[in-house]
């Protein structure tokens, strides 16, 4: 289906944008029997479980009034919405982000999940074919490592996620010897794997790869995108830079996940990541972008190594930024206690200490405390 990832973003550069519509809702690459596969029906998967990956995207954004997949992919093509006085480039590079980033991640995570579901019942071929599907859909035709500014096509081969991961590899040295993301022999392992625990029915082996390596593992160029956008387009206003909405489009992708467990690196993020008519892109710095993700990492099983260290940036390195998180919150400031709280602990301590005294003394009066107790004969010495 990459393909017709790669024809809507030649059609987009034609200006062609009915034909890309009419691509994207209907297909033109990947038959399956009577008619073809879509990217519109990736788009549109429902689920309402918000333990699972979709489920939670597509919760955060009707609770906060955001788009959904299919409506900020459609208004992207279209030019509506947000997109009304968006340039040709960034509309380009909002579909394809939006593709390649946001799209291909949740169809993966979606087929997983029904392989997971199918797991141990009769049902195992079926089983294996979505966990299939889910590779083909993450690998789609691994193309040229290249950042494209000018067009969102030129040089490209596959269009699916792991060819993002195969793009921002170098900027974080995570590239094997030949140019590919390090993150892709693992993936291939994971599948592999993944298989073996199907076949065997160790349905609980396979559900703890997904949740500890699968996921984690497709999500890094996705970071390492959301990462590299809020450099590249700190200093850029909206007229300038025409990969604006590839960083706010690799952001929707995530931010509904790091919502879960962090809402405050989620709203950041957000806040920074996406276009907002009159605001200042990245208001806050690039620094506090990667702050907040570092953060993040933990709540989504990734480790920081995976990220790597963004080069060129003192504060490009997540896994410093984590031990600085770490340090800064367990070295929390005392609070200064006043004059006046100094004197009422003092006064409480002093009223509490007679009143304990003269509880002592009535004790030894009424022959409660044994005269050999040498406390109570000293207490009570003082106080006769």
Known sequence: MDRDMLEIEVLMEM???????DH????????????????????????????????????????????????????????????EYATKNQREWAVKRSLQGTLSYYAVMEKVTNALDLCGTTK????????????ALAVGSIGEAMMIIDTAYEGYFGQTLLTLANEVCGLFGKCTASGEASI????????????????????????????TEVNPTLLVPIIQGILHYAVMNESLDEAQSDTLFAGE?????????????????????????EFAQGTKYVKDGSENVFKA??????????????????????????????????????????????LADKVLVGAVLTISLLSGLFFWRNRVKNGLVPRHFSGGQALSQEMS
Not at 63 to 68: R, S
Not at 254 to 266: F, Q, R
């Open 15 to 21: 200006e062609a944008y009915d034909a890309a519509l």
């Open 293 to 338: 993700v570092a953060t993040s990492l933990h709540g989504l099983s990734i480790d920081c190594s995976l990220i790597g260290k963004y080069a060129g940036l003192k504060y490009g390195n997540l896994c410093e930024e984590q031990k600085s998180s770490i340090g800064n919150d367990s070295a929390q400031p005392q609070e200064k206690t006043s």
């Open 124 to 135: 195992k071929d079926q089983a294996v074919q979505e966990w299939d599907k889910a590779l």
């Open 249 to 273: 489009a690799l952001a929707r992708t995530v931010v509904p996940l790091i919502n879960k467990e962090n809402p405050e690196e989620a709203f950041l993020i957000q806040e920074n990541m």
């Open 184 to 211: 892709i022999d693992m993936w291939i392992d994971q599948n592999f794997r993944g298989l073996s625990f199907i076949e065997d029915d160790e349905c609980l082996k396979l559900t703890q790869l997904v949740d």
């Open 24 to 83: 994207y809702k209907y297909g033109r690459n990947s038959p399956d029997n009577w008619k073809f596969n879509t990217l519109w029906e990736l788009a549109t998967y429902d689920s309402v479980d918000t333990n699972l990956p979709l489920g939670q995207f597509i919760n955060y954004n009707t609770e906060n009034e955001k788009p959904v997949m299919n409506e900020y992919i459609t208004s992207a093509i279209e030019g509506k919405s947000t997109f």
